[in-house]
């Protein structure tokens, strides 16, 4: 199967996520007699290959460090939230969120209120252990793929707009297209040879087969065939 259908850059929005690295939530005084809870942590990690997965199969990605760099000294506008929603906890452009790019990946500092009811739950399922993980949402803006297209390299991100959460854990969001709309897939399969979409129709099928009707219960049949016969 021809893989170079890969070459071509993302444009939708794209999501990692990764166990907490380096995490943090302690209070740390606010300078007129209260506190706020400060969190600290790694929204991702730089040089370490990761499984991803897309219709052609399993690749590696690599997130490639001082990928957020340019971002980041551009002002990028970048929420902290929990689960990529609700209420914003923090915030760049108001500064009570620091983003820094290290040698180990992209360091989070948030200040965060904890008069926040969001706040309260968010520090209880923390130390309760109930959410451990840290999750990204970001544009490639740059990125290259080994010559035989099992991995990529993303170079350069944009966050603008983007965000830094906290989530649960749930379903495997190391998935490339995830949020692909339906005119991107067919224009990738149209990018494909006749076998090469023979190949991916095949393994929908299969995935997606219908399973078999049970069989009927012993002397059903006949049940069903004398009930046909009082019937006329």
Do not use: C
Not at 75 to 82: K, N, R
């Amino acid at each position: 199967m021809d893989l170079s259908a890969r070459a071509e850059r993302p444009v939708n929005q794209q999501r990692r996520k990764m166990p907490f690295r380096d995490v943090e939530l302690r209070a740390k005084p606010d300078g007129t007699g209260g506190s706020l809870l400060t969190f600290t942590g790694y929204a991702t990690v730089y040089d370490v290959a990761y499984q991803m997965q897309d219709f052609l199969g399993d690749f590696d990605e690599v997130m490639r460090a001082g990928a957020a760099s340019k971002t980041i000294s551009e002002g990028a506008d970048v929420p902290f939230l929990i689960n990529h929603g609700g209420l914003t906890l923090a915030r760049t452009k108001s500064g009570t969120l620091k983003l820094a790019d290290d040698t180990t990946g992209l360091h989070t500092e948030a200040a965060l209120d904890p008069r926040n009811s969001a706040v309260q739950d968010l520090q209880s399922a923390m130390e309760r252990g109930d959410i451990d993980e840290m999750s990204l949402a970001f544009w490639v803006v740059r990125q290259q793929w080994s010559p035989d297209y099992d991995q990529r390299d993303i170079l350069e991100i944009n966050l603008n707009k983007g965000d830094v959460s906290v989530v649960n854990y749930g379903a495997n969001e190391h998935t490339a297209g995830a949020q692909l709309n339906a005119r991107d897939v067919t224009g990738q399969l149209e990018r494909l040879s006749p076998d090469e979409r023979r190949g991916v129709f095949d393994r929908l099928a299969a995935e997606f087969q219908p399973a078999p009707e049970p069989a009927p219960a012993a002397g059903l049949g006949l049940y069903n065939a004398r009930a046909r016969a009082l019937a006329l």
